[in-house]
């Protein structure tokens, strides 16, 4: 039982972690392609688990950094883009 609470709070802190991050690093710099900040939290998520020294869950880590990644950039892409083509005046 105590391994899911690790890896649970482990999911917690890392996936907030990148939603913050690659949201931040998407609105900072619009000009910078969605899939290297993608492929950055991948590779993220691989080197977290793997100092951490997770093989089981390297995978997982992959993929759920990819989806939260994915996640927060296109929301601040569809929110720069939606107040660009309605401005507020």
């Not at 880590?61 to 939606?82: C, E, H, P, R």
């Given at each position: 039982?105590?391994l899911w609470t690790m890896?649970g709070?482990?999911f917690?802190?890392?996936?907030?972690?990148?939603?913050?991050?690659?949201?931040?690093?998407?609105?900072?710099?619009?000009?910078?392609?969605?899939?290297?900040?993608?492929l950055?939290?991948?590779?993220s998520?691989?080197i977290v688990?793997?100092?951490f020294?997770?093989?089981l869950i390297i995978?997982i880590s992959?993929?759920?950094n990819a989806?939260?990644?994915?996640?927060a950039?296109g929301t601040?892409?569809?929110?720069?883009?939606?107040k660009q083509?309605?401005p507020k005046?």
């Amino acid at each position: 039982m105590e391994l899911w609470t690790m890896f649970g709070f482990y999911f917690l802190v890392m996936g907030s972690l990148v939603l913050i991050g690659s949201g931040l690093i998407t609105f900072l710099f619009p000009h910078l392609k969605s899939v290297i900040v993608i492929l950055i939290s991948m590779l993220s998520g691989f080197i977290v688990s793997a100092a951490f020294e997770l093989p089981l869950i390297i995978i997982i880590s992959v993929i759920l950094n990819a989806l939260l990644s994915l996640l927060a950039v296109g929301t601040v892409k569809g929110v720069v883009q939606a107040k660009q083509k309605h401005p507020k005046n």
